[in-house]
């Protein structure tokens, strides 16, 4: 597996964690408020990685790119209870099938 390639696919998962840190810390906060907290924090990762040197700001670019594109998947699908589930295993699927797959190339 591409270095980059495990580095988005930990940014996938780091970005379902902190939607469930942001599950448990405010439960009655909206969709909208949680989608934009972990929006921020991709953005800020990317800023980050702006500034960093050459392989270790890429590989902050890729982290931030997982946890946004998780942002993504959960404010496009995230809204019902059922497919945010739906989503979460989805992701998780997907990581262990390229995780595996990847081990036999």
Partial sequence: MHLFTGVFLAGLLIGLFLDALTLIFSPRSK???????????????????????????????????????????????????????RTYYGIVIFVVCWFILSLFR
């Fill in 31 to 85: 969709h909208a408020v949680r989608m934009t907290v972990l929006f921020i924090i991709s953005i800020f990762l990317f800023i980050v990685s702006l500034f960093m040197s050459s392989t270790l700001g890429t590989m902050i670019g890729f982290l931030s790119l997982g946890i946004y594109t998780t942002a993504l998947l959960l404010a496009l699908f995230g809204i019902c209870r059922i497919w945010r589930m």
